[in-house]
């Protein structure tokens, strides 16, 4: 998820009643809820490098503990006092891992077993940003401040803003429930449906909309193509309404674009790859050969010549 969701869910765990566990929970919170992200810094060796390494082992189950201690020395440096970082450990302890959970929601997914194993885990339910997600967290937040402001000029007891912060957490769950629920309609109708004459050979669902929990990007993969379609849960579904993409075939080009640094690394976070292959013009018989992943318009290429030697080779977003 995004790092204002990371951030909001930190400040409801402080809110929901962890600030009575350290003096400054809330700080704490905030910067393990967002601290696995550190892997940023990749990004000043290119593009290429912070996708190699991003959601890895910052990310990762082994990890999180050690990750853990980072906002725990930096709170305790501004406080300059480490009393209590026991219990502040513990806390960011379970910072970092609502961060790790919220990342497992989306369709990016999440490498929990770094460095035992670079599977990438992912429940396909949420994008980045969902706005559902926000406004609730975002009512955790304001509410208390508004209610302290009130009462200030009232004269009255301001509440502590501990029953808005668990209606906020139990929602994101119930939410993701009903999330899951609705991915697994999706995917039932794109496996119960025949596409020019076969079923599919595996189908996908994706979440689509920011705001519209009915809206999905859905695609099914035949033996010569793949096939999208914007899906609305709430109306009829006509299998013949996609949009047809037909993948380029198995090739000595392809197999020399492989070779590349950039596509042997796609290839690794590619769940759903997508080739194509285009003539160039210069040099003559030169053929760009691209792949991408259903779900991102992420694309590793290479450029390969008429001997299929590589000339070149990318990666962008």
Not at 136 to 156: D, K, M, N, T, Y
Not at 157 to 171: E, I, P, Q, T, V
Not at 180 to 197: K, P, T
């Amino acid at each position: 998820m995004d790092n204002f969701t990371h951030t909001l869910t930190g400040l409801a765990l402080s809110q929901a009643g962890l600030n009575r566990w350290y003096p400054r929970a809330s700080l704490l919170l905030i910067l393990s809820a967002n601290v696995p992200d550190i892997d940023i810094v990749t990004a000043f060796r290119g593009s290429l490098s912070y996708f190699e390494h991003h959601r890895g082992i910052t990310h990762t189950v082994v990890m999180a503990p050690v990750m853990a201690l980072l906002p725990v020395l930096f709170v305790c440096a501004v406080s300059r006092s480490m009393r209590g970082w026991k219990a502040a450990w513990v806390l960011s302890v379970i910072g970092v891992a609502s961060h790790l959970l919220l990342d497992w929601t989306n369709a990016y997914g999440i490498r929990f077993l770094v460095p035992f194993s670079d599977h990438w885990f992912r429940l396909d339910l949420n994008n980045l940003i969902d706005l559902w997600i926000w406004a609730v967290l975002l009512i955790a937040w304001v509410g208390p401040l508004l209610g302290r402001l009130v009462s200030s000029e009232i004269g009255g007891n301001a509440g502590s803003g501990r029953a808005l912060a668990w209606f906020a957490l139990s929602f994101v769950l119930l939410y993701d429930f009903g999330r899951w629920l609705a991915h697994q309609r999706a995917l039932e109708i794109l496996n119960s449906r025949v596409y020019q004459g076969g079923p599919p050979i595996r189908a996908a669902a994706f979440p689509v909309s920011l705001a519209n929990p009915f809206a999905w990007s859905g695609w099914i993969e035949r033996p010569d193509f793949v096939m999208h379609f914007a899906m609305n849960l709430l109306a009829d579904f006509d299998p013949a309404s996609g949009t047809i993409i037909h993948e380029a075939e198995p090739s000595p080009a392809i197999e020399a674009a492989r070779q590349t640094v950039p596509v042997e690394n796609f290839l690794e976070f590619a769940q759903y790859p997508l080739w194509r292959v285009t003539p160039l013009a210069d040099p003559e018989g030169a053929r760009l050969v691209e792949v991408r992943d259903w779900r991102f318009p992420f694309t590793a290429s290479a450029t390969v010549d008429s001997l299929n030697r590589v000339v070149s080779s990318s990666f962008h977003y």
